[in-house]
């Protein structure tokens, strides 16, 4: 029997036989999305409105980036105002979706050692996106931390160990950018379907040109991203490309990968998003 993450529908094929939910990557990019209304949070929404609605959500945010692998326990995350510096209502902001103690317990059956933690909630990572895709907070979100102590291929290959919650109507949500070099922002550029640096656009093409790669760790691009030449460049702390990872990971080899939201905030911050399985 499937956990009982919520009684909350999931969307089914026929009784008995669920949708497997998609897993996604999500480009987050500044804090101030979470109140905006632009073409970026716009497509957020309409992403959502195309997936089959999730039981549960299980969140890898680029910002709980700490040494070992934790998982918050809470039955209310606390929306956690990560960032400084920036106007009140951004502040104000609170996203209360409930915990899952049955998706946290289903997730550390699949990744044993995974530690409860009552001491994190949903960052803006999370909560800024999630916000515009279900905005009624009605759906349990649970958060992975990002364990900084191990190697790409680890991140991986936990995507790997997570695929099954794919099957038991769990939202595999993955938070981050692609291009995330704060050295090399054009803090006055606006949102635009191009990037200020054409460096920048090639280490885009060539992730998305490896996004459906089916080898293993040792052989994958994406996996093996800082061997690119413009892999430091574009990610000079690996904390916002590791989610992608997560989200490769449990790709089926089979599936359909599609891209969306492919604009540039601020000149070369990708908000690239990646869908496996829809």
């Not at 669920?18 to 209304?37: K, L, Q, T």
């Not at 289903?106 to 905005?135: E, F, N, T």
């Not at 992730?207 to 994958?220: I, Q």
């Not at 989610?243 to 359909?256: D, F, K, V």
Request: aromatic share 10%; with cysteine; net charge negative.
């Amino acid at each position: 029997m499937l956990p009982n993450y919520k009684d909350n529908q999931v969307c089914t094929k026929s009784p008995g036989n669920m949708v497997r939910m998609p897993s996604i990557f999500v480009g987050h990019g500044s804090p101030m999305n979470a109140i905006a209304e632009n073409s970026l949070t716009k497509e957020w929404l309409a992403l959502a409105n195309k997936l089959p609605r999730p039981k549960a959500i299980l969140a890898i945010s680029a910002h709980w980036y700490i040494n070992g692998l934790q998982i918050t326990s809470n039955l209310s995350p606390e929306t956690i105002h990560d960032f400084s510096g920036f106007p009140r209502p951004l502040y104000e902001q609170e996203y209360p979706a409930p915990g899952s103690p049955d998706l946290v317990k289903r997730v550390q059956s699949l990744v044993p050692g995974v530690a409860p933690s009552d001491r994190w909630g949903l960052d803006h990572g999370s909560w800024s996106v999630l916000k515009h895709m279900y905005p009624d907070a009605d759906i349990p979100v649970v958060q992975l931390s990002i364990d900084k102590t191990r190697p790409d291929a680890f991140h991986y290959e936990l995507g790997r160990q997570l695929a099954p919650l794919r099957d038991e109507g769990v939202l595999i949500f993955c938070s981050g950018n692609i291009v995330h070099n704060f050295a090399e922002l054009d803090w006055e550029s606006k949102l635009s379907p191009t990037p200020s640096a054409a460096w920048a656009q090639d280490f885009v093409s060539f992730v998305k040109e490896n996004l459906a790669f089916t080898g293993d760790s040792s052989s994958h691009p994406i996996v093996n991203w800082r061997q690119h030449p413009l892999g430091p460049r574009a990610n000079p702390s690996p904390d916002h490309m590791l989610p992608l990872l997560y989200a490769m990971g449990s790709y089926n080899g089979s599936e359909p990968v599609s891209t969306h939201t492919d604009f540039w905030e601020l000149g070369t911050l990708a908000m690239l998003s990646v869908v496996y399985g829809q």
